[in-house]
């Protein structure tokens, strides 16, 4: 299993980025997956779920409206569209695959991550 995450960068306030998450090794559309975040000196926080079951997406409040979770299972992608940026969202960016078809807020629950991508909100 392999995912590996990208679309991470510089950008400024109010700005906008789109974060893929590549995955191999097994089949996409049977499980969950989740995007965290870890900010420096910070716990890694959980930012956005999309169930494989219902393709039903749930967001942390503090993205909720800015923030857009998506696959494609042909394509074997998970993404995330980020508009609005703060500088608040400013953290290391991890995709990861969760036990079964349904997502879950808790990092418990995920069994593989990729390696990050770093979002650098700032002007």
């Known amino acids: 299993v392999q995912l590996q995450a990208s679309g991470g960068g510089l950008v400024q306030p109010g700005g906008s980025l789109r974060l893929s998450c590549a995955a191999s090794g097994f089949t996409l559309d049977l499980y969950a997956i989740g995007w965290f975040r870890q900010a420096p000196g910070k716990e890694r926080e959980w930012v956005s779920f999309i169930s494989s079951s219902d393709g039903r997406p749930r967001y942390a409040d503090s993205v909720k409206g800015r923030f857009t979770i998506s696959r494609d299972n042909a394509k074997t992608t998970v993404y995330l569209q980020m508009n609005s940026l703060k500088p608040e969202d400013t953290a290391q960016y991890y995709c990861?695959?969760?036990?079964?078809?349904?997502?879950?807020?808790?990092?418990?629950?995920?069994?593989?991550w990729g390696q990050g991508t770093l979002v650098t909100v700032s002007s």
């Open positions: 990861a695959v969760a036990l079964g078809p349904l997502g879950s807020t808790s990092r418990d629950r995920y069994r593989y």
